[in-house]
């Protein structure tokens, strides 16, 4: 199994930009499928990004197309999502998620089986 670390949530004003880590360890080769999903108060946890580990391919939700970048760094065994023109909307518990299939249905949560602590984001307008 993976294990996943988030790290770079903060609080920031409309408009500005965070880049969200997650780093993993543990047996990482067989992922094929890693991402980002959020939470916010009283809603359901939504992906946000996901990235393909082979291809490279990445996914969006169509309310961060344009805003944030999925990104990984293999050396480093890190994911990263670089978060910008931030919006009070993006608020939430953002979670790093691993499949070990691939970015198909990449949306569904129930497609990952390891996740990370989550990351706390907080936009103010």
């Known amino acids: 199994r993976v294990q996943l670390v988030e790290s770079g949530g903060g609080s920031v004003q409309a408009g500005g930009s965070l880049r969200l880590s997650c780093a993993a360890s543990?047996?990482?080769?067989?992922?094929?499928?890693m991402a980002w999903f959020r939470q916010a108060p009283g809603k359901e946890r939504e992906g946000v990004a996901a990235?393909?580990?082979?291809?490279?391919?990445?996914f969006y939700v169509d309310s961060v197309k344009g805003r944030f970048t999925i990104s990984r760094d293999n050396a480093k065994n890190t994911l990263y999502l670089q978060m910008n023109s931030l919006k009070p909307e993006d608020t939430g518990m953002y979670y790093c998620?691993?499949?070990?299939?691939?970015?198909?249905?990449?949306?569904?949560?129930?497609?990952?089986?390891?996740w990370g602590q989550g990351t706390q984001v907080t936009v103010s307008s």
């Open positions: 990235i393909d580990t082979g291809a490279g391919s990445t």
């Open positions: 543990g047996y990482t080769d067989s992922r094929a499928c």
């Open positions: 998620a691993a499949s070990y299939t691939y970015c198909r249905d990449w949306m569904n949560s129930n497609r990952y089986a390891d």
